[in-house]
């Protein structure tokens, strides 16, 4: 059974710091897919956070995250890690890992095939 479980989520104030984790297993976080993490806020749509290339070599962050995020996979321990600094109340939300197939970083969520069940950030200001 192919499955992706998150890890990091909590509680943090403005300015800290947190790290998600991805577990996958089944094979899925490895060189045979694309990672990305999204995000969800209460009465919002899920919106892409930062995406992962095959062997690590290409990342594209979304624009509300470029110089906080850091995005970084280990193809070997089948995971793929969110570090997130200087956090924002605009940045609580579920955030969820998520695997796709296709051959480059792609941001539109309809287009990865797996996904995890997601962790809540909350950020207090």
């Known amino acids: 059974q192919v499955q992706l479980v998150e890890s990091g989520g909590g509680l943090v104030q403005a300015g800290g710091s947190l790290r998600l984790s991805c577990a996958g297993s089944g094979g899925l976080i490895s060189s045979r897919y694309v990672m990305g993490w999204f995000r969800q806020a209460p009465g919002k749509e899920r919106e892409f956070v930062a995406g992962?290339?095959?062997?690590?070599?290409?990342?594209t962050y979304a624009d509300s995250v470029k110089g906080r995020f850091t995005i970084s996979r280990d193809n070997a321990k089948n995971t793929v890690d969110l570090q997130m600094n200087n956090l924002k109340s605009e940045d609580t939300a579920v955030y969820y890992c998520a695997a796709t197939v296709t051959l480059a970083v792609v941001t539109k969520s309809a287009l990865y095939n797996y996904w995890g069940q997601g962790t809540q950030v909350t950020v207090s200001s």
């Open positions: 992962i290339g095959r062997s690590g070599g290409s990342i």
